[in-house]
């Protein structure tokens, strides 16, 4: 990667709150990141994983432990947090209540004495910005929820920051706005060209949002690439279970020719797979199937990854039916379907004997 691109640098970051006394409770455990300039760059992972950490670590609110932390090439591990070109936006928005949205807008300005009508050209932009022009003059508690986070929005891009960093935004918020604000703050982001850093418990919005992605897990960061590479090729068994959801096996290499494999899951499933590095016979390997990635077929078929099954479970969810398959004694694989005809919602019934197809190049395995 080019550094000369580089919007955030991590390097060896670690940070051990007080009281907590052994490596084993590191809040974020030897972190090396680079974010580029123009990303938006999205840090996934379960609660208490550390996420939240190293997003304050890179606002200034804490102090690493141990390593550096460079923004624009700078060091910033001795920069307090208003003297680093980052603002943060939180999810409980933290908006004045006495003041107007303009005057929350304006509020950063005003403290660092800006000529006042360089702040009126400013929050006039960036009311313009976030569409709030109709609302300026109302008080945060006449307003929405989504309307609350566009004036935190605008709060934080009214300073003009060369880094935007976001503590799970839009988890106040339903469903619906939700999603609407998603795309809303993916649009601005890539018309600003800010580098945005977000941060978020939720896979969804993670593979919606971003550039790149990097999951972590018990304050390490496991896997960085993009949502296509996150998704299709993750690279530990944490990653497949947490991003969607996974069938994962492991099976022993009966064949190996020419990245053509064949492996033996439970001793009675024969699995065709395609390999993007080499593997040897007898060897053991972790597989992924994605559940969409399976079919159910009509005719029984005796060629490469046709297998037998019984419906243990099915679960109707609008666009999709959900299937529990059993293959062997000991294995059973979850398959989505999609529901594109009214009358074939709910094809197979529990008990069911069914033809099951996962073609061998849409199955990975872990390299772990
Ligand atoms: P969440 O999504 O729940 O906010 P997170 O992934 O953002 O979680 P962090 O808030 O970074 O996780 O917390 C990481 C770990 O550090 C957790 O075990 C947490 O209990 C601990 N921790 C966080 N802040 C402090 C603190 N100020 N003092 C001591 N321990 C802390």
């Known amino acids: ?109 005003e403290m660092e004495n800006i000529p006042r009508p360089d702040i009126r050209q400013r929050v006039s932009e ?19 929820g989504g309307q609350q986070q566009r004036v935190a929005l605008a709060r934080a891009l009214v300073k003009q920051p060369k880094v935007l ?23 601005m982001q890539k018309r600003l060209g800010i580098t945005f850093i977000y941060v978020t418990h939720d896979q969804e919005e993670a593979l ?20 296509v590479e996150i998704y299709e090729y993750p690279k530990t068994r944490f990653v497949a279970d947490f991003i969607g959801e996974s069938n994962i096996f492991t099976g022993r290499v009966t064949q190996s020719q020419k990245r053509k494999i064949n492996l033996l899951v439970d001793e009675q499933l024969s699995v065709s797979m395609v390999s993007q590095t080499e593997v040897f016979s007898g060897q053991l390997l972790t597989i992924v199937i994605r559940p969409e990635k399976a079919s159910l077929v009509f005719r029984e078929n005796k060629s490469h990854n046709h297998w037998q099954g019984i419906i243990e479970e099915a679960i109707y969810l609008g666009t999709d039916t959900r299937y529990r398959v059993k293959l062997t004694p000991n294995t059973s694989m979850i398959i989505r379907q999609q529901n ?29």
Not at 126 to 144: A, K, M, T, W
Not at 208 to 219: A, C, E, P, Y
């Open 340 to 368: 594109l005809q009214r009358d074939q919602t709910q094809q197979y019934a529990i008990g069911e004997t069914v033809n099951i197809f996962v073609s061998p190049e849409n199955i990975s395995f872990l390299p772990e």
């Open 208 to 227: 919606t949002m971003s550039d790149r992605i990097g999951v972590m897990n018990q304050g390490q960061l496991l896997q960085v690439g993009t949502p």
């Open 126 to 144: 960036v009311l313009e910005l976030v569409q709030l022009v109709d609302l300026q003059n109302r008080y945060p508690r006449q307003l929405s």
């Open 1 to 109: 990667m080019n550094s000369i691109n580089l919007a955030v640098e991590l390097v060896n970051v670690s940070k051990l709150y007080p009281g907590t006394p052994s490596r084993k409770t590191l809040a974020v455990d030897s972190l090396n990141l680079e974010i580029k300039t123009g990303e938006f760059f999205s840090l996934l992972g379960p609660s208490g994983c550390g996420k939240t950490t190293t997003l304050r670590m890179i606002a200034g609110f804490e102090i690493p432990s141990s390593g550096e932390i460079y923004i624009h090439k700078q060091a910033m591990n001795h920069h307090p947090p208003f003297h680093r070109p980052v603002n943060t936006v939180f999810q409980n928005y933290a908006l004045f209540p006495h003041l107007t949205v303009s005057q929350n807008i304006a509020f950063g300005l």
């Open 165 to 187: 960093l976001f503590d799970e935004p839009l988890g106040a918020l339903d469903l619906k706005l939700r999603k609407e604000m998603q795309l809303e703050l993916k649009q």
